[in-house]
């Protein structure tokens, strides 16, 4: 067993959601990889998880978002050896219909392999320093520890070396989450326009991937100047603060937009803020037979609502979740358009030591940061 340290969640921590302690990683079985992470980006979700509100087993190390370097393999894993450069994503079965289909964020075992931070046999590859067990395998990774246990399948492989730690990690979950969803849900076509609610990572991420896609107008909205700001350096042509819950004109997002483009509405919307609300407001926006994608993860039992005439003028609402393509095949796409500086990421991104935590989930909830990202 190698020591490693990581970034816990307790239950009953208050407001330090994260406590850093010294675990120890058992050796990959041998259908894992065990990955020595160098970065991990700091998602919502991990908040969500920290703070108790998901079904998630405590004591848990968190993290979804890891990049790093394969350590070790077990005897049965091809594909991989010790020194590869990885993107870690989410578990899925691989067997199943769909992801058969290469859709495998759509699993039937999606939530129990994720969320359940634990082994597909209920057992965990941490313990502390008292011995007892800690919850890992959180999204195939739990990459707020220095050493992570992988499915071989949740690993993308990184043939540049000049990438840095920082920009590989968010790839694995808001990055594609957000760029996914223009290209492979709402399949935005040139000339077309795209309205954005939330200037997060995913909602930027949606952004950058409309520039590629040749949107004409990017409309962007956002309670953080800053964020609105980045996401004009971004390619947005229009942005909308919406602090107070309207728009500068005193009206709602939808109504704001209507007036933009002459009152007819967007093509396309992307929800990126996890706000009912907001969800609604990005249907309201949308022009007759317009596209709508909900990716932001709302509270337990809240409901979305819409003005069900206005669907029979043919607009449609989809929810997505992480790119709506397998990881392999997205995180590679992302990857060349960076290359080419189609896809400036690290506009969005500041680093933090992972003993800096609490600065960084800090500087997230205040929207003073995009997209945080801990270095191991």
């Not at 340290?5 to 009953?12: F, S």
């Not at 954005?196 to 409309?219: D, E, Q, Y």
């Amino acid at each position: 067993m190698d020591r490693v340290k990581a970034a816990v969640c307790r239950p009953g921590a208050g407001g330090d959601l994260f406590r850093l302690e010294e675990l120890t990683v058992e050796d990959p079985r041998p259908d894992e990889v065990l990955v020595r992470f160098t970065a991990a980006g700091l998602c919502h979700t991990d908040l969500e998880v920290a703070a108790g509100r998901m079904p998630t087993p405590f004591p848990v190390v968190a993290g979804h978002e890891g990049a790093g370097v394969v350590e070790a393999v077990g005897r049965a894993v091809t594909g991989f050896t010790p020194g590869d450069r990885v993107v870690a994503s989410f578990s899925f079965c691989g067997t199943c219909r769909n992801c058969l289909d290469g859709l495998p964020a759509y699993c039937p075992q999606h939530f129990p392999l994720n969320f359940g931070a634990a082994r597909a046999d209920g057992s965990v590859g941490l313990r502390d320093a008292s011995g007892e067990p800690v919850h890992d395998h959180f999204f195939g990774q739990s990459s707020f520890a220095g050493y992570g246990l992988c499915r071989p399948s949740s690993l993308i492989k990184v043939a540049d070396p000049t990438l840095s730690d920082d920009v590989l990690a968010p790839l694995g979950c808001g990055v594609i989450t957000g760029a996914g969803a223009v290209w492979n849900v709402l399949r935005v076509p040139p000339g077309s326009t795209v309205a954005v609610f939330g200037a997060g990572a995913v909602g930027l991420s949606a952004v950058m991937a409309a520039v590629v896609a040749g949107a004409a107008r990017i409309i962007v909205s956002d309670t953080h100047q800053s964020r609105l700001d980045l996401a004009v350096q971004l390619g947005a042509t229009d942005v909308f603060d919406t602090t107070d819950g309207t728009d500068t004109t005193g009206g709602t997002g939808a109504a704001w937009i209507r007036e933009l483009t002459g009152g007819r509405g967007v093509d396309f919307s992307v929800e990126s803020t996890g706000v009912p609300e907001v969800m609604s407001q990005a249907v309201a926006a949308l022009a007759p037979l317009g596209s709508a994608a909900i990716l932001g993860v709302a509270p337990a039992g809240a409901d979305l609502r819409t003005n069900a005439f206005a669907l029979l003028e043919g607009r449609t609402v989809t929810g997505s979740i992480v790119g709506h393509q397998a990881p392999a095949v997205l995180v590679p796409r992302v990857l060349d358009l960076h290359a080419r500086g189609r896809f400036p990421l690290e506009a969005m991104i500041r680093t933090y030591p992972l003993d800096d935590i609490g600065k960084a989930v800090d500087d997230a909830r205040s929207g003073a940061v995009v997209k945080a990202v801990l270095l191991h």
